[in-house]
């Protein structure tokens, strides 16, 4: 199976690894930090080993992709660094802090031949699903707008709003 490199012990870095080990198919390698309190509570959680960098993760595990769950300003490094090292990457939104830099993450993927693939969480969703294929069978007329809401769950800790 897939073994991911979860990149980020954070809210969603907690999200990613755990769905990432949940899953038959894949296998958690290993988690990527700074925060050695909070990325080792992640480890050890998951049984898995704890490392400074990217670099790092991808020389010493047996890795086939990495996800990135790492704060916004670091994302173009480390997109780049794992599709340089031959990895697909999954990345939480935005891709980078500027659409330049999210252009230059594209085209080193496709340039490598690797996929790239930002996390638009809602789009594989069933009531999401339902209600495109009901626009698309006209079950709901002719629509003007759609406003969708989705609440964060579970919910964020006052302290991360």
Known sequence: GMRAVVVGSGRMGRIRAAAVASNPRWRLAGLVDVDAEQGGALARL?????LASLEDAVSALDVSAVWIAAGTPSHRRLIE????????????KPVAMSPEDTRACYDLAAA????LMCSF????DESYLA???AVDDGKLGRLRSVHCVF???PVPPLEFL
């Open 112 to 115: 490598r031949g690797l996929g």
């Open 121 to 124: 969480q809602r789009r594989y």
């Open 81 to 92: 660094t794992a599709l340089n090292a031959g990895l697909p990457v999954g990345v939480e």
């Open 131 to 133: 209600l495109k294929q």
């Open 46 to 50: 998951h049984g898995v080993p704890l």
């Open 151 to 153: 609440r964060d769950f």
